[in-house]
């Protein structure tokens, strides 16, 4: 009994064929699209590479380019398939590559689909990676002389002026922090003295934060230093101040604005993967029905076209009995032929 | 004595109708993209309004997107004369709109011309408006309660970022104006008092400057207080420290911004354009003359001649003119009629002589 069966006229079968080439064409360009989501991926994650320490999350962009490609690669084999099948002559050339191809498609549909998922699935790993990356980057802030690590400074200014937050959480994690180099720090003075003698291990700790946390919001000229101290500053409390500096923290501003990018491709992605099913489908339907009319002989006649034709548990059956035979093959055939023996003896007398 | 003859026969005729047609569609892309161009350029000074004092440099991008839309117009125009000049009975509704046709391209031509001079004129008054502009806005800085400047801070704080530049000329600008609101000012203590004292208007002046100046490029915290003394920090110099903060200034960055923009599309874009309308006004010319020839000719699909003026310029000029002077002389009397006219208007004025004295007497 066969999976949903659908009868064919030839005029049905040739419009399949010509609504398949079309379709299989705007494959190939939805599968460029999916690579060049790959690629913008690739170049958003390098941007803030410096930022991003421990997990390896090129995975997911490397993933996404090569099911591209495979999916230009596919759909385009797909669409001279097609083509060819509007004239059943044609279709000769292609009858034994097609059931291949149907299979390979359809496992190649499973990556599009573990793709998908890869990039809603990459949110924690994500977390992790930003929130180790940035307590670096913020530790290493005050190193501009230090090759390899000069541009700290740089890179961590210009993300909390673009994002609009402050250190990893909030800005508190700037006082935990030595942010002020020791080059700068004139340690004649008492009060840098006390300050490094206040904790264990001789840091120059302050209640002050760098000037990209300054809110450009503010109706009033930045607090950058003394924040917790309110007879500092006149007019000031700092415990129900909060237009003074910027109170997300950088972690949670990168991270929902890669959310926000990987939501989209995944999206896209998933309807992508739809897409492919349905085109699959379809050349399914295609290639069983001119099968079923080269088998009938009139190539103008009806034909039927179905999914599987047997049901799925036997399709499984019949599947896992040819790949017993395949390990079987290999073994002396010892069975006895009589017809074979008959036909062999005759000849010979002759 | 004709300009330029060029013998014409019919597969000729159409080739040029053909290559014309085509050359037409190109113009007419090209004045979308001229018109795009104006969009975005109109753009680009509108954000930054605020800190401009006057839109005198806004009629560089109008005239581009007049130019942009006229042109596309035009160019439509003249791909359907192309489809109708290989018929005959349809040609000849053309002969009077051609003549627009011609002194609308001649005119838009010289537009484009007339937008890459001002392109490079306008950098004065673009400057002006800049320094007043911007004066305005760091002396309305520290007005964030005031309905109509409260919005200052922040377009000066984002434009210093965004354009990495500090104050007018320079960073000293910021030395002369009071940008710290006397809302945030502790007037019992002495330093503020001593401040306040020391100028003839009662500002609170400082050698500091907003968080905005800040070079994120410097090595060190950024210093924003106490510039001028070396002392006020360790290992500092103010006359050598050069990293600290923006050296540019916002006049001068957001200038050789817009001229960029401007000096970078203008001659290239434009002298293409303006190369391809006049190509298409050329062309347009000779299948005019070559078809018109052809029709009024015994054989309509025989050899034509096709000239670029009838005369030479100066008598096609001296045509024009009289021409022109003679649409003029429509609206004024005639000089025949004028004789009697006056003879008239004499005769008039005595009768009205003659009753005026009454009253004086």
């Not at chain 2, 290239?268 to 009024?296: D, K, N, P």
């Amino acid at each position: 009994m066969a999976v949903l069966k659908v009868t064919f006229t030839k005029t049905k079968r040739d419009k399949l064929a010509q609504v398949l080439w079309i379709l299989n064409w705007i494959s190939v360009v939805t599968g460029a699209i999916l690579f060049s989501l790959g690629i913008f991926l690739k170049v958003e994650i390098n941007k803030r590479g410096e930022l991003m320490a421990g997990r390896d999350i090129q995975y997911v962009p490397n993933m996404l380019i090569a099911v591209g490609l495979i999916a230009c690669a596919i759909n385009f084999l797909g669409g001279k398939i097609c083509y060819d099948c509007v004239d059943s002559t044609k279709f000769l050339r292609w009858k034994l590559i097609m059931l291949p191809y149907i299979v390979c498609t359809f496992f190649f549909t499973f990556c599009v689909l573990v793709g998908a998922l890869m990039c809603y699935g990459m949110h924690w790993e994500l977390e992790e990676s930003l929130d180790m990356g940035l307590t670096q980057a913020m530790r290493f802030y005050k190193d501009t002389d230090t090759p390899g690590r000069c541009f700290l400074k740089h890179t961590v200014d210009m993300l909390q002026i673009e994002f609009q937050c402050c250190g990893n959480n909030g800005y508190k994690d700037w006082f935990q922090i030595q942010w002020i180099s020791n080059r700068y720090l004139d340690m004649s003075k008492k009060e840098v003295v006390d300050r490094l003698r206040s904790n264990v291990e001789g840091k120059y700790l302050t209640d002050g934060v760098p000037y990209s946390c300054c809110n450009i919001n503010s109706p009033r000229p930045c607090i950058q230093q003394q924040i917790t101290n309110n007879s500092a500053h006149f007019n000031y409390e700092h415990q129900t101040e909060e237009l003074n500096l910027w109170m997300k923290g950088c972690r949670q501003a990168l991270l929902e604005s890669f959310t926000h990018i990987m939501r989209s491709i995944g999206f896209t992605v998933l309807i992508t993967w739809l897409f492919e099913l349905s085109v699959l489908t379809g050349v399914r339907y295609l290639q069983t029905s001119l099968e079923n009319v080269l088998r009938q002989g009139d190539p103008n006649s009806d034909s039927c076209g179905w999914l599987l034709e047997n049901s799925l548990m036997e399709t499984a059956r019949t599947n896992m009995s040819i790949i017993k035979s395949l390990g079987k093959s290999n073994q002396i055939n010892t069975e006895y032929h009589p017809t074979n023996c008959r036909f062999f003896y005759e000849n010979v007398s002759k | 004595m004709t300009l330029l003859k060029m013998k014409f026969n019919q597969q000729r005729r159409v080739r040029l109708a053909q290559g014309l047609w085509l050359m037409s569609w190109l113009a007419v892309t090209g004045g979308a993209f001229i018109f795009c161009l104006g969009v975005y350029l109109k753009t680009e000074l509108l954000r930054r309004d605020e800190v401009m004092e006057n839109a005198e440099i806004h009629v560089v991008p109008n005239i581009l997107m007049m130019v942009g839309l006229a042109s596309m117009g035009t160019n439509w125009v003249a791909s359907r004369v192309c489809q109708d000049s290989l018929d005959v009975s349809r040609f000849p509704r053309w002969k009077v709109p051609l003549l627009a046709w011609f002194a609308m391209a001649a005119l838009l031509c010289c537009l484009l011309l007339t937008v890459v001079v001002l392109s490079y004129a306008l950098q004065g008054s673009l400057e002006d408006s800049l320094k007043v502009g911007l004066r305005n806005g760091i002396r309305f800085y520290k007005d964030t309660d005031v309905p109509g400047r409260c919005f200052q801070k922040e377009t000066i704080d984002r434009l210093q970022m965004e354009f990495r530049c500090c104050g007018n000329n320079n960073f000293k600008d910021w030395f002369e104006v009071q940008w710290v609101s006397s809302r945030y000012l502790d007037f019992t203590s002495q330093e503020v008092k001593d401040r306040i004292r020391s100028n003839v208007d009662g500002r609170y002046l400082l050698d500091g400057v907003p968080f905005s100046c800040c070079n994120p490029a410097s090595p060190r915290p950024c210093l924003q207080n106490h510039l001028t003394d070396s002392r006020a920090h360790y290992n500092y110099e103010y006359q050598s420290e050069e990293l600290n903060l923006y050296s540019r200034g916002c006049r001068q960055a957001l200038t050789d911004y817009y001229m960029g923009l401007m000096n970078s599309t203008g001659p290239g874009v434009l002298s293409l354009f303006s190369c391809v309308q006049m190509s298409v006004l050329l062309s347009m010319r000779y299948l005019q003359t070559a078809v018109e020839a052809a029709i009024a000719s015994e054989n309509p699909e025989g050899e034509s001649e096709g000239y670029l003026l009838d005369k030479g310029v100066k008598e096609t000029y001296q045509d024009v003119r009289a021409k022109v002077l003679g649409l003029l002389k429509f609206g004024q009397v005639d000089p025949s009629e004028d004789a009697s006219g006056a003879a008239e208007g004499a005769k008039t004025a005595d009768t009205e002589k003659a009753a005026t004295p009454t009253p004086a007497s």
